[in-house]
């Protein structure tokens, strides 16, 4: 059953509102002429009919959203009250593959069935599929219907369709941008829910102060050994990777080529340069972990064994972390490069007329005033940095070191949760749900970097207006 | 060496203010100079001496290049991309667009006030000791406070702000923030001080003070000023040139260029019949 059947049907009957509604209008209009006491229509015919139409499509929209929830739900209630699903085996898996598979011969995608117990349900299901669209259809056509009618039955000479529109589609805007803060605080909600579950298993004390990482997926859930919780070896790993030795690298280069880009490239340097960084910020990831992984950390090891350091492992924290630092110039750059284009030219002037140098007013003049929004991009460069995931999978390894030497392997806070998804442990293993408290550490620290990163940015864009 | 003689006292005879070609050798001299920006012209083959201790005014119609050739004379053009200067600009004799002129000496020695107040987002004490700090003309702290208090008390602003020294200068009024750009430009003894339309963001009461500042400090130094105010040319200007079209059309005493101007155009424009 697809909505975009009940879409195009309410989007017809919408054309159809939307016509009548303007021959409507014009008809008042006409009729004010006809008259001759002067006095014209509240709104221009078309903005009538848009009224309309909106009034036909909007609700037909809604409809075709709940529906296409609600319907999946109804034709499984239906099938499974069928005489037929009786024999179906109680839970689980196996259950759930007899289902799909008569679902998908009813609705013709399977040429037939392979387990016995599916072929005396696709009857069943294919009643229920004709079932559902055709309450979906008239449900539409009346709701439509009766939107149009009660919009219609409003339409007036005097009647201010135009603010009306205008109202509703603010409306649906807000609607719009709400669905991404909505989508936020569902998985904020969701992660929260899962790591109190985590917490009721492992004490938040043990988890964020100890100091050994090593969950045993197979282990006795019921039993945890809470010292095998301690998180503190990811932080910091994620700390050192994404925030030490990454900045080290992306810091610098990223504002040396703002500067370079604001105050000295010609624009001709400039409208290559630019785009060319920016590209770098839209290669895949696994790209650079890639790279990381095949040629920077076996380089790295080389090195190191060439200069006698015999035990250096071939995958490192260092290898990771100057990947990821290259990886995150772009956001320095761009928000550095925005920041000091964002002082006024006045400044620069000021400083140049006093006999100061390009890189003396630069120094001195032009970083001090774009402090804040450099520092803001920084602080977004470590939220994206320590969210990074294919990298540090790639490059980083496994091994929870607790250690400040770069050449040894280390894992970070994303690492563990991939693994501990992916693992071998049950859904409410405390091992799997362990993964929830890191995303849920991991969700709060960055959700801080940013929220405070644009505070800084909002103060120093007020500075100057 | 700067002597500090009373205002009054340094004024010029009448006799040598009425002939331009008196013996006195001008601090800055230009020469058929046109500035281009890229294929345009905005300033076209002007020639014109500036005295030290007098206030030369340019005046003229607004996008008349003004402006332009004032920047030319501390190379600020030159931070324009595209921007070209064609003739002969001297500062005592020299050629001041001759290769091997360090931009950043000149701009010590010419230096320059804007339209819009521009303090640097320092404190006071800061913005004032910026100039002598990149020129290394004070060793060690006391004499860095004893520059930054004579620039202060020379642009009258000491006694409004010996207290606060440390807060923002873009905390200031608009008035005290262009005496603060103008005592910044001081702190590095300047011989000469560009000030282009120093006035033109302020409110009556600030402008006078600012007025009555440039006449103070016409004593020590050679001062242009770019305005669009003709009153303003009158009060402060010993000297005055009237630009039209990219061309200075006249250069003379003040008195004569408003009483007695030699050219129609520049009647016309001190009558207002354009401008
Ligand atoms: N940076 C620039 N690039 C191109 N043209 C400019 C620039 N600055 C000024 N001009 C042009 O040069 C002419 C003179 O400008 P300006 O010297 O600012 O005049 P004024 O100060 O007398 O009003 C104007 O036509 C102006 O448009
Ligand atoms: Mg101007």
């Known amino acids: 059953m697809s909505p975009s059947i009940l879409l195009l049907l309410g989007l017809g009957l919408g054309l159809a509102g939307w016509l009548a509604a303007r021959a409507r209008a014009w008809n008042f209009r006409r009729d004010i002429r006809n008259e001759g006491k002067g006095g014209r229509l509240a709104a221009l015919p078309s903005y009538h009919a848009w009224y309309v139409a909106l009034w036909i499509v909007l609700p037909v929209l809604v409809f075709a959203i709940a529906w296409s929830f609600l319907a999946p739900q109804l034709v499984t209630g239906w099938v499974l009250s069928d005489p037929a699903a009786a024999g179906l085996p109680h839970f689980g898996f196996e259950r759930r593959a007899i289902l799909d598979e008569a679902a998908s011969v009813a609705l013709g995608s399977a040429p037939g069935v392979f387990n016995p117990l599916a072929e005396g349900l696709v009857e069943p299901y294919r009643l229920a599929f004709a079932k559902v669209r055709w309450i979906g259809i008239a449900a539409t056509l009346v709701i439509g219907f009766l939107g149009g009618a009660s919009a219609f039955l409003r339409l007036r000479p005097e009647f201010t369709a135009r603010t009306r529109v205008e109202r509703t589609i603010m409306t649906v805007l ?40 090593g969950p045993d997926p197979m282990g006795n859930p019921l039993n945890p050994d809470p010292s095998r919780y301690g998180a503190i070896p990811l932080f910091w790993g ?89 990886m995150i110039i772009p956001f320095v750059s761009s928000m550095a490069d925005d920041s000091i284009a964002a002082v006024p030219q006045a400044m620069r002037d000021g400083s140049l007329a006093m006999g100061a140098t390009t890189s003396e007013t630069i120094r001195r003049v032009l970083i001090p005033a774009a402090l804040p929004g450099i ?42 949760i991939v693994a501990m998804l992916t693992g071998e442990g049950s859904f409410d293993h405390p091992a799997t749900l362990s993964a929830f408290a890191l995303g849920f550490v991991l969700f709060l620290v960055t959700l801080a970097l940013n929220f405070f990163a644009l505070r800084v940015v909002k103060r120093f864009r007020e500075a100057y207006e | 060496m700067v002597t500090t003689l009373p205002a009054t006292a ?4 009448e006799s040598e203010l009425s002939d331009p070609q008196s013996g006195l050798i001008p601090k800055m001299s230009a020469r058929s100079v046109s500035v281009y920006y890229g294929a345009k012209q905005a300033v076209d083959d002007v020639s014109i001496d500036i005295q030290t201790k007098y206030v030369t005014a340019f005046i003229g119609p607004s996008g008349c290049g003004k402006s332009t050739f004032l920047r030319a004379l501390n190379r600020m053009n030159d931070t324009i991309p595209g921007a070209r200067v064609d003739g002969e600009i001297m500062l005592d004799g020299e050629d001041i667009y001759r290769s091997g002129m360090d931009v950043v000496h000149l701009r010590a020695r010419v230096g320059m006030v804007f339209q819009k107040p521009n303090p640097f987002p320092k404190s006071i004490y800061e913005n004032i000791a910026y100039g002598p700090r990149i ?141």
């Open chain 1, 174 to 213: 807000l609607m719009a941008s709400l669905v991404a803060i909505l989508t936020t605080l569902g998985i904020l909600v969701s992660l929260v829910f899962e790591t109190i579950r985590f917490f009721g298993m492992v004490s938040p004390l043990d988890f964020l102060l100890g100091t050994h990482w």
């Open chain 1, 238 to 326: 994620t700390i050192y990777i994404g925030a030490i030795i990454a900045m080290f690298v992306a810091i610098p280069l990223g504002l040396m080529s703002a500067i370079f880009l604001t105050q000295y490239a010609s624009p001709r340097w400039r409208s290559v340069l630019k785009p060319a960084l920016e590209i770098l910020a839209g290669v895949p990831t696994v790209v650079y972990g890639y790279f990381a992984a095949l040629t920077v950390a076996p380089a790295i090891r080389d090195a190191a064994q060439a200069i006698g350091i015999a035990n250096a492992s071939s995958e490192s924290g260092l290898a990771a972390g100057l990947v990821m630092g290259v």
């Open chain 1, 375 to 416: 520092v803001a991009g920084v602080m977004l460069a470590i939220s994206r940095a320590i969210g990074e995931t294919m990298i540090v999978v790639m490059a980083a390894g496994a091994a929870a070191n607790l250690t400040a030497n770069p050449l040894e392997a280390m894992t970070t806070v994303t690492f563990q």
């Open chain 2, 10 to 13: 340094t004024m010029l005879p």
């Open chain 2, 135 to 275: 020129h290394g003309l004070a060793e060690g702290k006391a004499e860095l406070d004893a520059i930054v208090e004579k620039s202060l008390r020379r642009a009258g602003l000491w006694e409004e702000v010996k207290d606060r020294l440390a807060d923002s200068g873009t905390a200031l009024s608009g008035g005290q923030q262009q005496r603060l750009c103008i005592a910044r430009a001081i702190a590095v003894d300047p011989e000469v001080i560009l000030m282009d339309e120093p006035c033109s963001a302020l409110d009556p009461i600030a402008t006078a003070k600012i007025e009555e500042l440039i006449d103070e400090l016409r004593g020590r130094y050679a001062i242009v000023i770019v305005t669009h105010s003709m009153q303003q040319a009158a009060r402060v200007s010993q000297r005055t040139a009237f630009f039209h079209l990219g061309k200075m059309v006249e250069y003379g005493k003040t008195s004569d260029i408003f009483t007695n101007p030699r050219e129609e155009r520049t009647k016309d424009y001190i009558t207002g019949r354009y401008g």
